[in-house]
């Protein structure tokens, strides 16, 4: 005979952070009627969400239940913290899983008053994001509420307005707004040509206990990228103009990546500060030197003319459908085009990513161009742009995907030394087998002696560094020879950590460190 479960709700509608009414799951014979069991039965319950739980008790939160040998069912409750529609059904062993039964979960009584968001900064005189006021239940779901509520608003800055309308005259320091009956948000905006970090508070009239609540929001400069509808923020410096930290924009669908160091300053053709940055697909553009072909879409980066000090890093990603039969991977270059003709741009190829990226220093069109070879591609020629042989292919089909992992190194030709004795230290970049890699971005290395009696200094130079100084590892410099020096004896530890590294996944590098040991007589 086929057993079959079956879910019954008392009702169909719970509270979040309540327990339901009970939930009947009845054993069923063939025919759709209840049947006894004899002997036990455990039932496994199942949700949809992650956010509830089952009890038999209105206690413990269970994932089964059980029917008693010589009965037909057994009652269980659902909680959730969530509110919105949750699927439920009972399982066993021996019998047919219940149907999906929905279970709706309603809000509960409003309990406070949140911002719905943090708040982003925004330019001086910029029209903030809305600023969401939002009535919420104990477990912040929005909440309505059943009346008319006015929510007073004020900031500490004297030259700040605010107004329900993002295109108004913001000519309003303190302001009421109204939640209407059956609502749980109402939106404002603010607008300050002053820089600061003004302090908005909300609080409800008349009071209900739920506030009130404070914000900060900042005005500030900042740089705005717009890389194919995904933004991403920084700081602005006042005083330089400069980033106030690194960032990466990249695109949603990762095809194209912007890296901008610490301290760049964009500026516009006319010397003004670039405030906002766009990627768009090209409509239209020059046409490409002969024999060439495009791997990848056509990129407008406005505003056009932009440039940058330092240069940001471009990456872009190869639409594989889009190589020609054949195709040489060396050959594959990123052009720009001034409007009349395509320009080509040294570049190289991320090991972590496979994009191919270059450092720009102003904006146009860009996109990756082609020659199309005219024999079949080999595996060696795929690997060769890694540095890597045949004999390598799996680790550097890995390395696609993974990335290599780099660790700094520290050599010399000795670990011992004289007083007053300069010993070479030479700084290595190198990959897990202990072979040297030509990083391909710019890493910055921090130096540390242990003791205050030995010094590194460049072989060029009689000053030594000061302890916790940088040195850089340009782009394909895998290493640096140092000088090391020491006034007393004794055992010296020289370590060498990795302090940043402009990359198209994150602006930073692993951190790995090396040391040395040098024993002074």
């Not at 509270?15 to 069923?28: D, F, G, K, N």
């Not at 309003?172 to 109402?186: A, F, K, Q, S």
């Not at 053709?269 to 906002?276: C, F, M, S, T």
């Not at 161009?369 to 591609?377: I, R, Y």
């Amino acid at each position: 005979m086929t057993l079959q479960l079956a879910m019954l709700f008392t009702s169909s509608t719970a509270t979040a952070c309540q327990w339901s009414t009970p939930i009947v799951i009845q054993l069923l014979d063939s025919t759709g009627n209840p049947i006894v069991t004899e002997e036990e039965l455990g039932i496994q319950l199942w949700s949809n969400s992650g956010s509830g739980a089952f009890s038999s008790s209105l206690g413990q939160d269970l994932e089964s239940v059980s029917i008693n040998a010589g009965r037909s069912e057994t009652v269980a409750y659902y909680r959730d913290s969530r509110s919105g529609d949750v699927l439920l059904s009972a399982s066993a062993s021996s019998a047919e899983a219940s149907p999906n039964q929905t279970l709706t979960v309603a809000p509960g009584a409003v309990s406070t008053i949140v911002f719905g968001q943090s708040a982003t900064p925004v330019e001086p005189g910029g029209v903030s994001n809305p600023i969401e006021i939002q009535t919420q239940d104990e477990c912040g779901n929005p909440s309505p509420i059943g009346f008319e509520l006015e929510f007073d608003i004020s900031t500490t800055s004297e030259t700040g307005g605010f107004d329900e309308d993002p295109n108004g005259d913001f000519g309003v320091v303190d302001i009421t707004v109204i939640l209407n009956e059956g609502d749980d948000t109402v939106n404002v905006y603010y607008r300050d040509p002053e820089l600061g970090e003004p302090v908005i508070t909300v609080t409800e009239n008349p009071n209900q206990g739920w506030g009130p609540i404070s914000q900060v929001q900042p005005v500030r400069l900042i740089l705005t990228v717009n890389n194919l509808g995904q933004v991403a923020v920084t700081d602005v410096n006042e005083n330089s103009l400069t980033t106030g930290s690194d960032l990466v924009a990249t695109s949603q669908d990762g095809f194209v990546v912007l890296g901008f160091e610490a301290a760049t300053k964009a500026l516009e053709i006319d010397g003004d500060r670039v405030e906002l940055i766009t990627v768009e697909n090209a409509s239209s553009w020059a046409d490409l030197p002969a024999g060439k072909v495009l791997v990848s879409d056509v990129y407008d980066f406005a505003p056009d003319g932009a440039s940058f000090d330092p240069p940001i890093v471009l990456a872009l990603r190869i639409k594989q459908e889009d190589l020609p039969k054949g195709t040489n991977p060396e050959d594959i270059r990123v052009m720009y085009s001034d409007g009349a003709q395509w320009i080509e741009m040294p570049g190289y190829v991320d090991e972590e990513s496979g994009a191919l990226v270059a450092e720009i220093t102003h904006f146009s069109q860009y996109a990756l161009v082609v020659s199309p070879a005219t024999g079949l591609l080999s595996l060696t020629a795929w690997l060769s742009i890694l540095g890597v042989g045949v004999a390598a292919a799996g680790a550097a089909l890995a390395a696609l995907t993974s990335g290599r992992r780099l660790t700094i190194k520290l050599e010399s030709t000795t670990t011992s030394a004289q007083i007053g004795e300069k010993k070479t230290v030479t700084i290595k970049l190198s990959n897990k087998s202990g072979s040297l890699v030509q990083p391909r971005a710019t890493y910055r290395v921090r130096l540390q002696v242990d003791q205050g009696n030995g010094g590194l200094s460049t072989p060029d130079s009689t000053e030594p560094f000061k302890d916790g100084a940088e040195i850089v590892l340009t782009h394909q410099q895998s290493s640096m020879d140092l000088q090391f020096t020491a006034v007393t004896p004794g055992r010296y530890v020289i370590t060498a950590q990795s302090v940043g590294k402009l990359s198209i996944r994150a602006m930073r590098m692993r951190p790995v460190e090396g040391q040395i040991v040098v024993d002074v007589s």
